[in-house]
């Protein structure tokens, strides 16, 4: 059985492969249990192995490779038109196996250990960081219930809440107070918990040389520096920065036809976390311009004032991505110029 291309369905305990040999035929079919995985391919000859990316396909990839295999992690998207007939394990499988010997097919660049350590940090923030708002609005919702309204944004709600407690007379009931108290106290719990994780990732930063340098870049933080890190193995993997903004889905959507190009609103695709935390990143830049009269902070008011402030803050963002990886290839530190 010479098996050159192996495509395996991942799941949590029951594993579905498909082997084909050098002439795109199939020769093996084969469903298998979490514990005896590792075994089988251990006993298969050096091959390319192709696996959709979805929770534990790195482990896997790395396990893989110590057994001298070729790893391909595919996107569920690019596996999608290769699926023949009704979807199941068997067939995922198959159509992995055939998107992984495509030439032209993309890869995910597999992560370490460490980096995945680093992405549980920022997944872990972003996490608690959404609980932190659905409990405010639970707040703001439970006290309109009592003619008690909050005011907007985050900061100012917090500083009104303790406030709203100890005032005897806005006819809060003392058992909705009781649950208001509790509910703020998680609140304040979240807050520190955050503080915690905003700590380690600065101590990231000042363990890395490559983040230190990534925030030499005005609109890149923590968050950025060290997501970037985690998120990308090597910068080699993209042909230019176009390609590795693209990556991010920050550059606009192409509809051609015709020989006529239309281009439409960014594409969106790729890590939604990054795109995010870049974005937040140039929309912090924007809101400090003044009259700073550098050459980008001139480029962006005139930006703002041409197409407006949104399309200003996502082009910035977009020129953001582009120097992160042309830093990262060159290793060297951000230079603003003059105007």
């Known amino acids: 059985m010479?098996?050159?291309?192996?495509?395996?369905?991942?799941?949590?305990?029951?594993f579905s492969l498909v082997g084909m040999n050098k002439h795109n035929k199939i020769v093996l079919r084969k469903s298998l249990s979490r514990t005896k995985l590792l075994r089988f391919i251990a006993n298969c000859p050096?091959?390319?192995?192709?696996?959709?990316?979805?929770?534990?396909?790195?482990y896997w990839s790395r396990e893989f490779h110590k057994l001298s295999h070729r790893v391909g992690i595919i996107a569920a998207k690019f596996v999608q038109p290769y699926l023949k007939g009704c979807k199941n394990d068997n067939n995922d499988a198959e159509a992995i196996c055939e998107a992984v010997s495509r030439p032209n097919i993309w890869f995910v660049p597999e992560k370490?250990?460490?980096?995945?350590?680093?992405l549980c940090v920022h997944r872990v923030r972003q996490g608690l960081i959404?609980?932190?708002?659905?409990?405010?609005?639970q707040l703001r919702g439970l006290l309109s219930e009592f003619g008690i309204v909050m005011p907007q944004g985050r900061y100012s709600a917090q500083k009104r809440i303790p406030d709203i407690?100890?005032?005897?007379?806005?006819?809060?009931?003392?058992?909705?107070?009781?649950?208001?108290a509790r509910l703020w106290q998680r609140i304040k719990q979240a807050n520190e918990d955050i503080l915690a994780y905003d700590r380690e990732l600065a101590q990231l930063v000042r363990e890395s040389e490559v983040a230190t340098r990534l925030m030499t870049i005005p609109g890149v933080g923590e968050q950025v520096a060290t997501g970037m890190l985690a998120s990308v193995p090597d910068p080699r993997a993209f042909k230019n920065s176009r390609q590795f903004s693209a990556w991010l889905g920050l550059v606009p959507r192409q509809y051609t036809t015709?020989?006529?190009i239309r281009l439409g609103r960014i594409t969106k695709r790729g890590d939604k976390y990054l795109r995010m935390c870049l974005v937040h990143g140039a929309r912090a830049v924007v809101a400090n311009l003044r009259d700073k009269d550098d050459r980008v902070s001139c480029w962006v008011r005139d930006l703002v004032e041409r197409r407006g402030y949104l399309r200003a803050v996502v082009a910035l963002a977009a020129r953001n991505a582009r120097i992160i990886w042309t830093l990262m290839m060159k290793e060297e530190n951000y230079r603003a110029m003059a105007a």
């Not at 370490?112 to 680093?118: G, H, K, S």
């Not at 005032?167 to 208001?180: G, T, V």
Request: with cysteine; hydrophobic share 40%.
């Open 130 to 137: 959404s609980e932190r708002t659905a409990m405010l609005n």
């Open 46 to 58: 050096p091959c390319l192995i192709g696996m959709e990316a979805c929770s534990g396909a790195h």
């Open 2 to 14: 010479n098996i050159t291309t192996m495509g395996i369905d991942l799941a949590k305990n029951n």
């Open 112 to 118: 370490t250990v460490d980096q995945q350590a680093v």
């Open 165 to 180: 407690l100890e005032d005897a007379d806005n006819q809060l009931p003392m058992l909705a107070r009781r649950m208001i």
């Open 258 to 260: 015709g020989g006529h």
